[in-house]
């Protein structure tokens, strides 16, 4: 598998607690998905991304949480079915994407939490995202063929599991790449049609993986803002002290 490019961004924050400063860092990883004709495959669909040691946090950082989100849109732009038999006939159809998770270097239970999360907020009933539903029976002539979706109408439907923090922290507090993305597979059923109901569409779809590190860090050459003031303070003192010697003088 080819290891994807990676968008990585880090944002600190800095309190001061006292005479001690403690300070909240985030690292950022994202990978996209581009929009392409599904179905979404581990080759399309998986980022490489760095596990904490290895994403560019000072040394000593203390790892005190990860978060991971998985974020996806599908678009149904045209559906067309056909009836390719020699009589008439009735039918119900119904067309809908599911997901699965490429989840297999993660901590256990991360992988099947994600997923959970894409079925339960894409709103489907059949899947995880339903995009056409007909219920009601729909009688057609021979090699009659019926539209139901134009391109300039697609039906859309998005699948978002939000931040979910991962069930084992420590694990990723370790140097090293993981994979982790999404497939999707996109369903069609028919109920009646006698086997010769022939259906014709075109489905869409992309989304975004995210992983972000909190952190304290450690190491690092800039002076901490507590110690800057210690220091700012002793010169302050010494510069006093020099003053009144001289004047003694």
Known sequence: MNQKALRVAVAFGISIIGTGAARAAQIVQTFDVALSTLEITSANGDGTFNYFLSSGAPAGSILTGVELEISTDVQLDSLSVKNTAAQGQSFEYKTYED?????????????????????????????????????????????????????????????????????????????????????????????????????????????????????????????????????????IGLSLFARRKVQNR
Do not use: C, H
């Open 99 to 235: 997901f699965l998770v490429d989840s297999s270097t993660l901590p256990s239970g991360d992988g099947s939490n994600l997923l959970s999360g894409l079925e339960a907020n894409g709103g489907g009933v059949y899947g995880a995202i339903d995009l056409f539903i007909q219920k009601t029976p729909v009688f057609y002539n021979s090699q009659q063929t019926i539209n139901w979706v134009v391109s300039n109408s697609p039906i859309t439907g998005s699948s978002d599991t939000g931040l979910l923090e991962s069930v084992n922290v420590g694990a990723y507090d370790r140097t090293g790449t993981f994979t982790l993305g999404f497939e999707t597979l996109t369903t069609e059923t028919f109920s009646g049609g006698g086997g010769n109901t022939q259906a014709t569409q075109v489905t869409k779809g992309d989304g975004t993986v995210t992983v972000i590190y909190d952190y304290i860090p450690g190491d690092s050459s800039a002076p901490e803002p507590a110690s800057i003031a210690m220091i700012g303070a002793a010169l």
